[in-house]
């Protein structure tokens, strides 16, 4: 056991939060908690760490467990770089190496036993905690995490705050502690760090709890899921989707269970009234006495609303919605994408992905016209009426009220239509005069799409949507986008929604190409694994070919030993000898070129960020590098023969 809640109850304000959780976290789980927004999730994370006490119930923890907690807001030292912060997270080894550094300086001086025997010990220990590895450990998760190489040497203070929430989330991972708690990991990174980062939580060691509305995430991350509803826990075996299966099954199983019993009680009940004065009184009594002491089965609770985004009837547009022709996108002279060709039709979805910085909001802002194409074409179809859902809520008046927001796209709809339509985004009552400015990021989220949803347009452009939302606010999402008659542009990382709603899928690449495939966020990503896999055995046939290229020059190249040649050289055998210095000073020559444009292609954000496309080119480097080291070799043994 790492550790256990038992009969936790935790309120706020008179209102109860958690009332009576208990379950235990034990070495190697990988566990998902899972619950609506304001369910106690977070609160849970805050008991376990003593950052907040449980009003009643026990926590118990292993003797000093060591809890990695991965914080909303993460602070650095001053003058830190995203290298030394990353590296900050070995201090204990650090502080072994200086001791090392100091025993070795006395060793010069008067190398005593005592020396010698705690250096022995401290080198063992260094050894032992990877001591000569670590500092490869943290530039691969700094790689993963999407800090290229060029960045490491920029100060902490200059960072963004999702990049200090990625160096936060790097320095965490390296800091090797007995639990992990991670609360919304997936927030501040694009797809490819996802899937980083789920590779390696697949392989990871540690037990670790994670919060996260990402249901592909918990998909392929979580062996055990735990939910909070109505103030208490309940466990699952198995990852989100089997969880979903799971929960219906045993809500169906309860409802049988609470109608046959409210059945039982009824027929008994009507027994005791007719019976209970009369000649089978004793009985009756017997049975109320039955009754009192029986346990009741609770009826299942009904699903709280996660509201109605269920679009209305639009115009119906055009055939072709979007023609697109050879375009390019970006920043004054920064080309972010180029050569986009593609038709966009009635009805279908485009679901759009790729990593920060890509082009993928530019896209979008360009289509729409709130950035001039750099080159090419932007042809829309005819009757097309386009709503924008930006992921920065931009178009929010702080000042307004709920309700003068939404009549800022229906100015003459009387309050009743406007506060019943409010109601469908769980805007109830006197919530409607909140102002903008006061409400919750989740509540942002729904008050944009309730405007872009009444605004009744044909064509949704959807930057982000489903960020502030939790996950059955999600579902709701997608069932009404599922349903709806118009076209849709979809920006998201959230693969499990682009699995729902997406017909095709956009992927931005780094080096500014566009993939293009038909089909949903899984079909996409099942067909680039399998072309990636491709790629690699045609690497591996070619290192195939380069290797017995290797044994072939090997067999060719003599002794490389030093040895002086026992007879005189002549003058045409010298002269043969230096063309085949030249030409090897050559092939050297290529070869070093060929290692600068590997150790080039290494640094691609998407070769880094992929753990086997990075072992492919790697293996290649390593070809490279015998190959280069061959040559020289043979320069040197040739060499010498000359000056002999």
């Known amino acids: 056991m790492l550790f256990r809640l038992s009969d936790i109850y935790k309120s706020y304000s008179g209102n109860e939060i958690l009332r009576g959780v208990s379950f235990q976290v034990n070495p ?8 609506r927004n304001g369910a106690g ?14 009003d009643s119930g026990e926590i118990f923890k292993l003797n000093k467990l060591k809890i990695g907690l991965l914080e909303q807001h993460v602070d650095f030292t001053e003058n830190e770089t995203v290298h030394t912060a990353a590296l900050s997270a070995f201090q204990h080894l650090h502080d072994i190496e200086a001791e090392m550094r100091v025993l070795e300086m006395q060793m010069a001086e008067h190398a005593s036993e005592e020396v010698l025997e705690k250096y022995s010990e401290l080198q063992t220990e260094f050894e032992h905690a990877d ?35 990625r160096l936060g989330m790097a320095r965490l991972l390296l800091s090797n502690p007995d639990i992990l708690l991670l609360d919304e990991p997936t927030n501040h990174l694009d797809v490819s760090a996802v899937e980083w980062l789920e590779d390696f939580l697949q392989t990871y060691e540690t037990a670790y709890v994670i919060i996260s509305h990402d249901r592909y995430f918990l998909d392929r991350t979580c062996r055990r899921i735990i939910e909070i509803e109505r103030g208490i826990a309940v466990t699952y075996k198995g990852n989100y989707s089997h969880f979903l299966v799971e929960r219906e099954e045993r809500r169906e199983q309860q409802r049988r269970e609470f109608e046959n019993q409210q059945s039982f009680i009824t027929k008994n009940e009507e027994f005791i009234r007719k019976n209970l004065a009369g000649q089978k009184t004793k009985m009756a009594k017997s049975r109320r006495n039955m009754l009192e002491r029986l346990e009741r089965v609770e009826a299942v609770a009904t699903e709280k609303s996660s509201g109605n985004f269920y679009l209305k009837k639009v115009e119906r547009a055009g055939v072709n919605i979007l023609l697109v022709e050879d375009l390019a996108i970006g920043y004054g002279e920064k080309v972010l994408a180029r050569d986009i060709n593609f038709t966009l039709t009635r009805g279908e979805c485009l679901g759009i992905i790729g990593g920060n910085g890509t082009g993928k909001t530019t896209f979008l802002k360009t289509i729409l016209g709130k950035h001039r194409e750099l080159a090419g074409k932007i042809n829309w179809g005819t009757k097309t009426e386009i709503g924008y859902y930006s992921q920065q809520l931009e ?39 909140k102002r903008v400015g006061d409400l919750s990021g989740g509540e942002k989220g729904r008050l944009a799409l309730a405007k872009l949803i009444y605004s009744d347009v044909n064509v949704l452009v959807l930057d982000e949507p489903t960020n502030h939302l939790d996950i059955p606010s999600r579902e709701a999402l997608e069932a009404a986008l599922q349903s709806y008659a118009g076209t ?21 690449e780094a080096d500014g190409t566009i993939e293009i495939f038909d089909g949903n966020y899984s079909e996409f990503h099942e067909w680039k694994e399998r072309k990636e896999a491709e790629k690699g055995k045609k ?24 040895q002086r040649p ?74 010498k023969e000359v000056q002999a």
Do not use: C
């Open 28 to 35: 190697m789980e990988k566990i998902g908690l899972v619950g």
């Open 131 to 165: 001591g000569f590895t670590y500092t490869a450990k943290a530039e691969a998760i700094l790689l993963g995490l999407g800090f290229m190489k060029e960045t490491w040497n920029l100060e902490t203070k200059n960072l963004s705050g999702g990049q200090k929430n």
């Open 539 to 562: 690497g591996e046939r070619e290192n195939e070919q380069l290797t017995a290229g290797e044994r072939i020059i090997e067999d060719q190249i003599p002794n490389t030993e030093d």
């Open 41 to 54: 999730k977070t609160t849970i994370f805050r008991l376990i760490t003593e950052e907040e006490a449980p």
């Open 395 to 433: 178009d929010l008046d702080k000042r307004n009220e709920i309700i003068q927001e939404l009549r800022r796209v229906a100015p003459l709809a009387e309050n009743g239509a406007l506060r019943s339509f409010l109601a469908r985004f769980l805007f109830f009552g006197e919530e409607i005069f």
């Open 488 to 508: 849709i542009f979809a920006v998201s990382h959230d693969r499990y929604f682009l699995d729902q709603i997406a017909t095709q899928i956009f992927s931005f």
């Open 566 to 639: 026992k007879i005189e050289l002549s003058k045409n055998q010298l002269q043969k000898i230096e063309q085949r210095i030249k030409k090897i000073e050559e092939e050297i020559l290529v070869r070093e070129d060929e290692m600068t444009r590997i150790s080039f292609e290494m640094n691609l954000p998407e070769i880094a960020s992929n753990h086997q496309k990075l072992q492919a080119v790697t293996e290649k480097f390593q070809t490279a590098e015998k190959q280069i080291q061959i040559l020289y070799d043979e320069w040197d043994r040739l060499a």
